[in-house]
């Protein structure tokens, strides 16, 4: 034994004792022998392939975002898409004089307001946007989208090319995908926009990859609508007969009856001119087609 006095403010010190471990020698030979097996377990599992590693799976780095699979995947970037093809069907299609963007806009509960809900958000006078997946994430893009059309405009006095601004919200997703404390944006974007080069049509996923596409479909029933598409879509398409086209591709899908209260539309024409259009307008539109 050995003791070791410690003073303190009190009027008398305190004694600790320690003992050895070389007086408990059953212990240490114990311990010993735990370690001995331990490692031999190891080894028997590295000569048979067996190891921890492989035996966790791909399962065990979905909750990594940084980290790769052994296959090469991101857990939670598939887990971001999953929440994309949970949200409402959303849609765009490039006419040779605009282009037409179209969403499902359903609510939770009938005593919700249509008017307080908005999927379609333009970003500058000649360019818009239509997500699906999780609302708020979408407003956190549209907000840095609309930013960057500003500062452009400041410093060059002429809009942003709609290309430049699709990457510049490519690169804010793909900036979510590699740092620490944060998650994907759970969204998926379709952009479109008339400028100097004539209209355009992108979607942007939430890797960050960005493709232009002719007409795309994204969200909850996106494989019907893409195979609509394909079959409806023809190079010489005119606005107005893309957006019935649009309103035909989501009626596919559509679940209850289609109506101004939860369409949206969304137009950019060869004017440069973006807007959304009203109930009114939408109506107008789906008396035509239904």
């Given at each position: 034994?050995?003791?070791?006095?410690?003073?303190?403010?009190?009027?008398e010190?305190?004694?600790?004792?320690?003992?050895?471990?070389?007086?408990?020698?059953?212990?240490?030979?114990n311990?010993?022998?735990?370690?001995?097996?331990?490692?031999?377990?190891?080894?028997?599992?590295?000569?048979a392939?067996?190891?921890?590693?492989?035996?966790?799976?791909?399962?065990g780095?979905?909750?990594?975002?940084?980290?790769?699979?052994?296959?090469?995947k991101?857990?939670q970037?598939?887990?971001?898409?999953?929440?994309?093809?949970?949200?409402?069907?959303?849609?765009?299609?490039?006419?040779?004089?605009?282009?037409v963007?179209?969403?499902?806009?359903?609510?939770?509960?009938?005593?919700?307001?249509?008017?307080?809900?908005?999927?379609?958000?333009?970003?500058?006078?000649?360019?818009?946007?239509?997500?699906?997946?999780?609302?708020?994430?979408?407003?956190?893009?549209?907000?840095a989208?609309?930013?960057?059309?500003?500062?452009?405009r400041?410093?060059?006095h002429?809009?942003?090319?709609?290309g430049?601004?699709?990457?510049?919200?490519?690169?804010?997703?793909?900036?979510?995908?590699?740092?620490?404390?944060?998650?994907?944006?759970?969204?998926?974007?379709?952009?479109?926009?008339?400028?100097?080069?004539?209209?355009?049509?992108y979607?942007?996923?939430?890797?960050?990859?960005?493709?232009?596409?002719?007409?795309?479909?994204?969200?909850?029933?996106?494989?019907?609508?893409?195979?609509?598409?394909?079959?409806?879509?023809?190079?010489?398409?005119?606005?107005?007969?893309?957006?019935?086209?649009?309103?035909?591709?989501?009626?596919?899908?559509?679940?209850g009856?289609?109506?101004?209260?939860?369409?949206?539309?969304?137009?950019?024409?060869?004017?440069?001119?973006f807007?959304?259009?009203?109930?009114?307008?939408?109506?107008d539109?789906?008396?035509?087609?239904?």
């Amino acid at each position: 034994h050995f003791f070791v006095y410690f003073p303190c403010s009190f009027s008398e010190g305190f004694f600790i004792g320690f003992r050895f471990p070389a007086f408990f020698p059953p212990f240490e030979a114990n311990a010993r022998q735990r370690w001995r097996d331990k490692r031999l377990t190891q080894a028997r599992r590295r000569k048979a392939g067996d190891t921890p590693k492989s035996k966790m799976g791909e399962s065990g780095y979905s909750f990594s975002l940084t980290t790769f699979s052994p296959s090469g995947k991101l857990g939670q970037l598939d887990h971001a898409i999953a929440a994309v093809g949970q949200g409402s069907t959303s849609l765009a299609i490039k006419a040779t004089n605009g282009v037409v963007l179209a969403t499902e806009k359903k609510m939770a509960t009938p005593l919700m307001d249509p008017s307080s809900v908005q999927k379609i958000s333009p970003l500058d006078e000649h360019v818009g946007m239509v997500y699906s997946g999780m609302g708020p994430d979408s407003r956190v893009l549209a907000a840095a989208g609309r930013k960057e059309c500003r500062v452009y405009r400041v410093t060059y006095h002429e809009p942003i090319p709609v290309g430049q601004l699709v990457r510049h919200l490519a690169s804010v997703m793909q900036e979510y995908t590699q740092s620490g404390g944060v998650r994907p944006f759970g969204v998926s974007l379709l952009v479109c926009g008339y400028d100097a080069t004539g209209p355009h049509l992108y979607q942007v996923d939430p890797s960050g990859s960005y493709w232009a596409w002719k007409a795309s479909a994204i969200g909850k029933n996106m494989v019907n609508a893409k195979t609509f598409l394909e079959k409806r879509y023809t190079a010489d398409i005119e606005l107005e007969d893309a957006i019935h086209t649009a309103l035909l591709t989501l009626k596919e899908g559509f679940d209850g009856k289609m109506g101004s209260e939860n369409i949206e539309l969304g137009v950019v024409t060869d004017k440069g001119q973006f807007k959304v259009l009203t109930p009114a307008e939408v109506k107008d539109y789906l008396d035509e087609v239904l």
